[in-house]
């Protein structure tokens, strides 16, 4: 990351705090629990984002990280009492660790067959709950306890404290995110994600790339998990169904792919549609049965509608719509590299994601320079006029 972008993203982060802050104050107490479940969600969508958007790595399972940061919450707190920083910082260790193992045995399958693999761990795992009642507590689950410091008083409300902590947790883990891809990782996940054969050419350790996407994406699944569970009270198995990563993965397409600012987007989607739309149903006296499909068909409608309108989610179309007024790309703290531009008087120019976007696309590649193809043999020489 430049010197000049951590400034701005620190600013972001800082007023995003305030702004919380001020919201919990003003707001009830069932708003400040949404802020603390937005707050989950966009802690577990911008770890998919970085790896689907960045990397190019397909997951379903994102569901069952965060089973893991929940039980390792629960069992921790349960038998050691220990409190919530510990907690947090022992359930996303773990978490990385599974990420780990599930991204060096899915390292060499690509498209559906990850995805298939990944689908296969998110409705698989919290079964484990099932199989094991007595440590897991069965369909029952664990219960989770924490109430808020006693330095903010007695009568401070518990909701209140979830929603700054989640909102500090969410917070610290965009900046983090953001400077991990404007680093030489980030550069590297590009290369991978646009062409693995040119970017092993280029020096890049695809697998070890891979991996490591995997396990920073995990690492944000159960830190998630582990927030739902302290603002929940409860960590069961019906929480952590393949609805869950299929809706991540959702809040990550519908914000915009690759965008930390689209993950806020999609999370806000994902958690206040539904709600609204429960809201609109019960208002009119629609009957139970039809009422409980109303959110869902809502989410389908916002859904398609988002794709056909913003094929590039909703944070590339507020980057449309900023273009149109004269506000640009840089502003907003998102730049795209653009083929053949010059930066402007003063800027430094971006560094290419690899030495392959040097060399294929966005350099300078001298004509005739044959190229591989993924998958097939080196072309062979052309053949100059005249010769045989």
């Known amino acids: 990351m430049t010197t000049r972008s951590l400034p701005r993203i620190l600013g972001a982060a800082l007023a995003g705090a305030v702004l919380v802050a001020i919201l919990s104050i003003k707001l009830n107490a069932f708003r400040d629990y949404q802020i603390a479940e937005i707050a989950v969600e ?25 089973a893991i940061g929940a039980y390792t919450t629960a069992l921790l707190q349960f038998h050691l009492n220990w409190p919530l920083i510990a907690v947090l910082v022992v ?28 689908l296969l ?34 009568n401070f409300p518990l909701t209140r404290w979830q929603a700054w ?14 400077n991990l891809g404007r680093s030489r990782v980030g550069r590297n996940w590009r290369a991978v994600r646009d062409d693995e054969v040119a970017a092993s050419l280029a020096g890049v350790n695809v697998a070890r790339a891979r991996v490591l996407a995997f396990v920073v994406s995990a690492t ?49 989607v994902i958690v206040l549609v539904p709600t609204y739309a429960t809201d609109v149903a019960t208002s009119h006296g629609l009957s139970s049965s039809v009422a409980s499909n109303i959110p869902v068909a809502a989410y389908g409608v916002v859904l398609i509608l988002v794709m056909l309108i913003f094929p590039q989610g909703i944070q590339g179309g507020v ?60 072309p062979e020489p052309q053949k100059k006029e005249g010769t045989q």
Do not use: K
């Open 165 to 178: 902590v989640c909102s500090a947790v969410a917070l610290v883990t965009l900046v983090l995110l953001a």
């Open 42 to 66: 966009v802690t577990a969508v911008a770890g998919l984002t970085v790896l689907t958007g960045l990397s190019g790595q397909i997951s379903l399972g994102n569901g069952a990280f965060m």
């Open 220 to 268: 944000c699944a159960g830190l998630a998990g582990a927030l739902l569970a302290f603002i929940t009270e409860l960590v069961a198995p019906g929480a952590f169904t393949i609805t869950l990563s299929i809706a991540l993965l959702t809040g990550a397409v519908i914000g915009g792919l690759g965008s930390l600012l689209g993950a806020i987007w999609g999370s806000l």
């Open 91 to 118: 359930a996303a260790a773990v978490t990385a660790v599974a990420g780990a193992i599930v991204g060096v045995a899915a390292a060499r399958l690509y498209g559906p067959y990850l995805a298939g693999a990944t």
């Open 319 to 378: 980057q449309w719509l900023l273009g149109l007024v004269g506000i640009s790309s840089a502003r907003t703290g998102h730049t795209a590299a653009t083929p053949g531009a010059r930066p402007a008087s003063g800027e430094v120019p971006s560094a290419p994601a690899s030495q392959h976007e040097a060399l294929s696309g966005r350099g300078v590649v001298p004509p005739g320079t044959p190229r591989l193809t993924r998958g097939g043999d080196p």
């Open 121 to 154: 761990l998110g409705v698989a795992l919290p079964y484990l709950a099932y199989v094991y009642p007595g440590i897991f507590g069965g369909d029952q689950g664990l219960n989770v306890t924490y109430t808020a410091p006693g330095f903010l008083g007695v």
